[in-house]
Every structure is written in C-alpha cells, then in structure tokens.
C-alpha cells in the first residue's frame, strides 16, 4: 500500500495569501484582531489578540483552495509552532457550507506536527456540535485554524506545513 501526500499549503517566503482570509468576532460585535503574514523565516504566523468584550471571544483564518479529494481514514498532518495555548482546526467537504468539522489541538510552544484524523472531525455550526456524522466526504475545499479559549489573550501560531496523507 503506497502513501500519497497532498500538500494543501506550504508557506514560504514566496507565498502567496491571497486565499487566506481572517475571520474575527467583529462579525458580530466583538472587538478581537488578528492578521497573517509571512515571517523571515518563511512561516506563515497567525497572531493577534482575543477580546470577550461585545460577546466576542474568537479569531480565525480562513484558506479556500479548489477541491482535494479525500479518501477513508486520511490523516492531516500540520507542522507548527505554538504558545502553548489551544486552537481549532476546522475543514469544509465544501465552502458554501455554513458548517464545519472540527478539532481542538494543544501546542506545546515547540516545533510540532499535530496529526488529525479527517474522519474524528465532527460537524459544528457557531459553537454547537450538530446532529450529524463526523466527516465523511469525499473532498476538502476549506480549512480554518481558531482560537477561542473564552479568554482575553494574545496569541501566534507560526505555520510550517499542511498535507493531506492518503
């Protein structure tokens, strides 16, 4: 059985983030930023700071690429360095979905691949897990990491790597 890895975004000085996109609880009335940009090093660094003010209390970025297809049992695989705080790791079979399947992770503030389960994703629409199964689809076209740990806190994730092993 061969292993076939899909790489859904390499960050390097040459990057291109124009299909990234911040999502900040400013859509409805909070008051978290954040941004992403590329560091000397060529890792992408998703930083900023997370209000609970206005009933806000998170921020995200969004990366929209054309399909990948997936198979049973994939594993995501994320090389990253983090501040030892948790984050989400979020996916959508398709973007014009409103939902997402979602995971929490924790990082240790050292270089670290997090490996991920597609099919452990389960559906989640504004914070409530929806009656459905864990994902299951047969393609990718979104992925979303988010910080919301119901603190007022700053926060980077420096990011390496993302591949889709089949």
Not at 97 to 123: A, C, K, N, R, V
Not at 137 to 165: G, P, R
């Amino acid at each position: 059985m061969s292993t076939q890895n899909v790489t859904i975004f390499d960050f390097n000085e040459n990057s291109s983030l124009t299909k990234w996109r911040i999502v900040n609880d400013s859509v409805m009335g909070g008051i978290s930023t954040s941004s992403i940009k590329i560091n000397q090093q060529g890792n992408g660094v998703f930083s900023g700071t997370v209000s609970t003010k206005n009933n806000g209390g998170f921020a995200s970025v969004q990366h929209s690429f054309d399909k990948i297809k997936t198979k049973e049992n994939e594993v995501v695989n994320i090389r990253l360095k983090g501040d030892g705080k948790n984050y989400q790791f979020r996916v959508k079979a398709n973007k014009n979905h409103e939902y997402s399947y979602i995971t929490t992770f924790s990082t240790s503030g050292e270089w670290q691949t997090i490996q991920i389960q597609l099919s452990e994703l389960y559906p989640s629409f504004r914070g409530r897990k929806l009656n459905m199964p864990n994902f299951n689809h047969l393609t990718l076209e979104e992925i979303t990491f988010l910080i919301a740990n119901k603190n007022n806190e700053s926060f980077e994730l420096q990011i390496d790597k993302i591949e889709l092993f089949q």
